[in-house]
């Protein structure tokens, strides 16, 4: 990718495309389960969304892996990523006010790391 200088920056449009497109369903529901917004079933979120999320996110890393993985932003965002699917993987099916409240946090804590990978570029 770095040989093109529009690639890099179109996969990580589209992976900021997958991410809202992945978590807009997620943030939807878990304000319905502590009753800040009317509830609506989005439970169904689009495998699609994940996809294009989870590869994007590959391709962008293995853009430049050596420097991801030295950077203490990107390791922080990984654990909260397994994390928060974890969480979601494990708890969001029982749809309680603690499990919604800990799934934005951990979904707003991934974004926030992700942010932060830039600040701590090596």
């Known amino acids: 990718m770095s040989e093109n200088g529009w690639l890099f ?3 990580e ?3 900021l495309i997958g991410m809202a497109w992945w978590l807009g369903p997620i943030l939807l529901f878990d304000l ?3 009753g800040w917004v009317p509830r609506v079933d989005v439970r169904q979120f689009s495998r699609s969304a994940i996809a ?3 590869v994007t996110g590959v391709l962008l890393f293995s853009a430049n892996a050596e420097r991801y993985v030295r950077n203490p ?3 922080v965002k990984l654990g909260l ?3 928060a ?3 979601h993987a494990m708890l969001h099916a029982r749809e309680t006010r603690t499990t919604a409240a800990l799934s934005l946090g951990l979904w707003s804590a991934v974004i926030l790391a992700g942010r932060a990978v ?3 570029d090596a």
């Open 73 to 75: 932003a990107f390791l």
């Open 81 to 83: 990523l397994v994390a």
């Open 52 to 54: 294009l999320a989870l």
């Open 13 to 15: 449009v589209l992976h």
């Open 9 to 11: 920056p179109t996969v």
């Open 85 to 87: 699917i974890a969480t």
């Open 32 to 34: 319905g389960v502590l």
């Open 118 to 120: 830039i600040d701590f």
